[in-house]
């Protein structure tokens, strides 16, 4: 039987001889990537756990091994107490010499004398809760002693007590190296710092900038004068209130 055949298409096998070479190419090509896709990998893991990395431990979450300071509490309480029977002497030798003040109303170690000059003037008084420990750091043992307050002489004048502040004392080796005071003035500024501050604004606003260390009135002034009028002004608001 004789067929006929349709003549071969002019460069047909050399096109289809290029489509099997770039096929071949590509899929060398994707190969490559995968194994190199694969080595990054590898290393990344091999940097990751590498020799010492299961030891490490988050930044946020302190060591197990470290352990807290026996006299943490005993000291943080004497220094709380200290402060608030006004005894600077006692508060002053519970610090450690490069102790951080600077969150008790931005003060200085040097500071504290007349801090606790001003409290007293103002006729500040503290309701204690016992102090317990709530964080052991490799720089020290943070205790915590809540309270509440009086102060501006807001006792005279049946107002407070101010709920919700506490001291964070960092102990070290038997002395405060670090302390934060906070106040919780959520009720106490509406109630007794903004009226007498709006008082002495009125009243006797040479003494504004004695008192205060601005005009905003927002805190109060470290100074021999500032301590004198505090006594002074605080008394005179509370016997102008009880008329």
């Known amino acids: ?3 006929k055949q349709k ?3 002019p460069g047909a096998l050399e096109r289809q001889q290029n489509r099997q070479v770039r096929a071949a190419r590509n899929r060398r090509f994707g190969a490559f990537a995968v194994a190199a896709v694969i080595a990054m990998i590898a290393v990344a893991l091999i940097v990751a756990i590498g020799p010492g990395a299961r030891d490490k431990q988050p930044a946020s979450e302190p060591s197990t091994s ?3 300071d026996p006299t943490a509490v005993a000291t943080a309480t004497a220094f709380r107490k200290a402060v608030e029977s006004f005894d600077a002497e006692r508060a002053s030798s519970l610090l450690a010499k490069d102790a951080d003040l600077s969150h008790v109303s931005g003060i200085t170690p ?3 004398p007349a801090l606790i000059a001003l409290l007293h003037a103002q006729g500040y008084m503290e ?3 016992p102090c317990e420990v709530t964080d052991i750091l490799s720089s020290g043992t943070v205790v915590r002693c809540p309270f509440d307050f009086q102060d ?3 006792d005279e004048m049946g107002l407070g007590p101010f709920h919700g502040s506490f001291w964070d004392i960092e102990v070290h080796a038997g002395q405060v190296v670090h302390d934060l005071f906070y106040w919780d003035v959520s009720r106490f500024s509406n109630q ?3 009226p007498f501050a709006q008082w002495v604004a009125q009243t006797h606003p040479q003494d504004v900038t004695k008192m205060y ?4 009135q927002t805190a109060w002034r470290l100074s021999g004068e500032s301590i004198r009028l505090w006594a002074e002004r605080s008394r005179e608001y509370v016997q102008r209130s009880s008329q």
């Open 1 to 3: 039987m004789v067929t």
């Open 7 to 9: 003549p071969p298409d």
């Open 66 to 68: 470290l352990g807290a």
């Open 110 to 112: 040097g500071q504290l």
């Open 127 to 129: 309701l204690p809760s």
């Open 152 to 154: 501006i002489r807001s």
């Open 192 to 194: 007794v710092w903004e």
């Open 213 to 216: 260390t601005d005009e905003t």
